[in-house]
């Protein structure tokens, strides 16, 4: 089995920083492409950014220049760096990770539970 384990959401000023964290465990052999989606309150899911395993990154143009995905892969990990939030950052955040549990198996998609930030004055 494969666990994903976030951290770091909470409540924070406009203005503000926060760091989140997704940690993936279990079976896993290789991991590819990790990346951070969210959802707002009646809005629909929507790509924050992603980091593949080579390093490169892609960011929603809502975020660029305020926010940094970045990833651990000796500890399976990858973060977000958000800063200068904004109320319309408020959402629930999703980790995402492509990864093959075995050598010859296919990649398969896993999800994190989401952790809330609300950004607030």
């Known amino acids: 089995q494969v666990q994903l384990v976030e951290s770091g959401g909470g409540l924070v000023q406009p203005g503000g920083s926060l760091r989140l964290s997704c940690a993936a465990s279990g079976t896993i052999f290789s991991i590819n492409a990790m990346g951070w989606y969210r959802q707002a309150p009646g809005k629909e899911r929507e790509l924050v950014a992603v980091?593949?395993?080579?390093?490169?990154?892609n960011y929603a143009d809502s975020v660029k220049g305020r926010f940094t995905i970045s990833r651990d892969n000796a500890k399976n990990t990858v973060y977000l760096q958000m800063n200068s939030l904004k109320p319309e950052d408020t959402a629930v955040y999703v980790c995402?990770?492509?990864?093959?549990?075995?050598?010859?198996?296919?990649?398969?998609?896993?999800w994190g539970k989401g952790t809330l930030v609300t950004v607030s004055s």
């Open positions: 980091i593949t395993s080579s390093g490169s990154t």
């Open positions: 995402h990770v492509m990864l093959k549990k075995w050598r010859f198996s296919l990649s398969e998609a896993y």
